[in-house]
Structures are given as structure tokens and as C-alpha cells.
């Protein structure tokens, strides 16, 4: 398959302090990028996505960030609340008909 | 918009018994739909993909037989595992195209399937 099954790194953050989730993509042609929030037992929500036309796009509280130079892709997320607590996945276009996910960060909130 | 629902959520059934899992995207039309697997603590896992009145395309190592994909119109698509054992024992998700241009995907909530 085209994701990788290795255990989730995690990153641990306060409540209130902003969170920045980062991914690497593999593919230089991908044009379009989303992250994903999974919560335990349910299906990946949409986030919010960026194409490759932009650097940056601001959602609610969120931001993505694109740098195709060196294929990198980061999740912002402004005051980090305990509901914000999941794993959040990348996911990229290679234009090939199906996406490609990174292997996913936990993000953990501490009251 | 673009919602999709599973069904059902969850099933437990005994080795040997087949199960269908149904996706469908109930505010949008998705010539193309996805079906994943995921274990614990990893990523999602490509099985196939279902494409409406056509072939579902599988992905290497995903035994056609076994897991039967059926996309009979543009907001349905159905998995069935076939004569299942323990070690099929998983959470399934799909998901639907919404922008084909874009692979615009949007996820089912999961079916977590245990075999006895």
C-alpha cells in the first residue's frame, strides 16, 4: 500500500498553546494537499486543504502551510483545546486517481 | 455538505460467515469511491478503488475474491468480505470523490469488523 504502518509519533502541547503538525510529501508532482483529524474509533474528518498554486490557507483556528521546495507541509492549530485531541493525518495528490496519507502524528492536550 | 455514512458501525461475526459493508455519500454524486483499512495506531490502508459500473481496481496484495466491491450507482458502494476469518478483524472506512480533479475525498465514519 502506499502509507506507511509504523507507530504514531505524537506531540504533547498545553491547552491554549498553539500546535504545529508537520509531513512530508514524497511526490514533486502532487498538486493538491488536505489534512485530516481521526478521532478515536471514527473516520478522518476534513480539516482543510491547500493546492499547489498557494503557500498558505487560513481556515478556523487552522492553518496549512506548503513549501513545494522542500516537499514540506505543516498543520497550525491557534489555542489548542482538549477537543482538538487526535491523530492528524496529511495526505497528498500525486495525480495518479488516489491519495497518499502519511503515517499520521497523535495530538495530545493537556488541560 | 459532502457527508458519507457507513453501515453499519460495527459487526461481530464467526469465522466462515460473509459481511457487507455499505458506503454512501448522501449529498453528493461520486463516480468513485475508496475503501481502506486501517489497524491500530497506523495509518489507512488503500484495499481498492470503486469506480460506478465498472470494475472496482484493487490495490497488490488485496485478494479480489475475498473482498468484493460493488458500485452500483453513484452514491452506493458495497463491501463484502467473504467467508471471513479472525484475521480480517478490522476497522474498514471509505470514502467518496467528490472533486475528481482534486481526489477530493471524504470519509465514511468506519466500520469496525471483529470475527469470532
Known amino acids: 500500500g502506499e502509507s506507511v504502518g509504523l507507530h504514531l509519533p505524537t506531540l504533547s502541547v498545553q491547552e491554549g498553546d498553539n500546535s504545529i503538525i508537520n509531513c512530508a510529501y514524497s511526490n514533486s508532482a502532487s498538486d493538491y494537499f488536505i489534512w485530516y483529524k481521526q478521532e478515536s474509533g471514527k473516520g478522518p474528518q476534513f480539516i482543510i486543504d491547500i493546492r499547489s498554486n498557494m503557500d498558505k490557507r487560513q481556515g478556523q483556528r487552522v492553518t496549512v502551510l506548503l513549501n513545494k521546495t522542500v516537499k514540506h507541509l505543516s498543520l497550525q492549530i491557534a489555542a489548542t483545546q482538549p477537543g482538538d485531541s487526535a491523530v492528524y493525518f496529511c495526505?497528498?495528490?500525486?495525480?495518479?486517481?488516489?491519495?497518499?496519507f502519511g503515517q499520521g502524528t497523535t495530538l495530545q492536550v493537556k488541560p | 455538505g459532502a457527508v458519507v455514512s457507513q453501515h453499519p458501525s460495527w459487526v461481530i461475526c464467526k469465522s466462515g460467515t460473509s459481511v457487507k459493508i455499505e458506503c454512501r455519500s448522501l449529498?453528493?454524486?461520486?463516480?468513485?469511491m475508496f475503501w481502506y483499512r486501517q489497524f491500530p495506531k497506523q495509518s489507512l490502508m488503500l484495499m481498492a478503488t470503486?469506480?460506478?459500473?465498472?470494475?472496482?481496481?484493487?490495490e497488490q496484495g488485496v485478494e479480489k475474491d475475498k473482498f468484493l466491491i460493488n458500485h452500483a450507482s453513484l452514491t452506493l458502494s458495497t463491501l463484502t468480505v467473504t467467508s471471513a476469518h479472525p484475521e480480517d478483524s478490522s476497522f474498514y472506512i471509505c470514502s467518496a470523490e467528490r472533486d475528481r480533479s482534486y481526489n477530493e475525498q471524504f470519509f465514511g465514519p468506519g466500520t469496525r469488523l471483529t470475527v469470532l
Open positions: 449529498d453528493f454524486q461520486a463516480t468513485t
Open positions: 470503486s469506480n460506478e459500473g465498472s470494475k472496482a481496481t484493487y
Open positions: 495526505a497528498e495528490n500525486p495525480r495518479t486517481g488516489k491519495l497518499i
